[in-house]
């Protein structure tokens, strides 16, 4: 007897199909650095920041993890399904959240035989609110005492059946060179 055939029967013996977020397996992510691959994240770590085209920077975040209920694995399937996990990474420091909202339904990948990696741009602010004479203050000055900066980078992951997981280190940044010409 085919799957299909059993399932149909048990449904019509009144049996409930199994429950696919029903499972009792620990989830868990880890959030890592990185574009085209997966590099753990220590505490303490310092994260280069890179320069955008049109004059913003950010740095490249990625996470992984296993025992989350990953959904569709493709983005038009799963948009239809309204069943792709929620995915967010931010920055913070003492003084608020500095990265951009970038909370998106994103597809998990497949990771070494589990499911869960994502990689992400994550875009970010030199303040958490613009003062009034930011236009007066060279970058060069608020990018030297945001390296003097301890920073939160976190990960939030709501899986397809609603399961939410966290993972956050501390870090700390470092700009390149902004001298013209180089």
Request: with cysteine; net charge negative.
């Amino acid at each position: 007897m085919t799957r299909l055939a059993l399932a149909s029967l048990l449904l019509l013996a009144g049996c409930p199909a199994a429950d696919p977020c029903a499972d009792d397996v620990d989830p868990w992510i880890e959030i890592g650095e990185g574009w085209d691959g997966f590099a753990g994240l220590a505490d303490g770590t310092t994260l280069q920041v890179e320069r955008g085209s049109q004059g913003g920077q950010h740095v490249w975040l990625s996470l992984r993890g296993d025992g989350m209920h990953p959904g569709s694995r493709d983005i038009s399937e799963g948009l239809a399904k309204d069943d792709l996990p929620w995915i967010e990474f931010e920055l913070e420091s003492a003084d608020g959240v500095h990265s951009n909202e970038n909370l998106l339904r994103q597809p998990l990948e497949e990771w070494e035989d589990a499911w869960g990696f994502v990689e992400r741009r994550v875009s970010f602010r030199h303040w958490v609110v613009l003062p009034d004479d930011w236009a007066d203050i060279p970058r060069s000055e608020r990018e030297a005492e945001m390296e003097g900066m301890e920073f939160v980078v976190r990960a939030r992951v709501e899986d397809a059946c609603g399961d939410t997981l966290v993972d956050e280190r501390t870090v700390f940044l470092t700009f390149p060179d902004d001298t013209p010409g180089r």
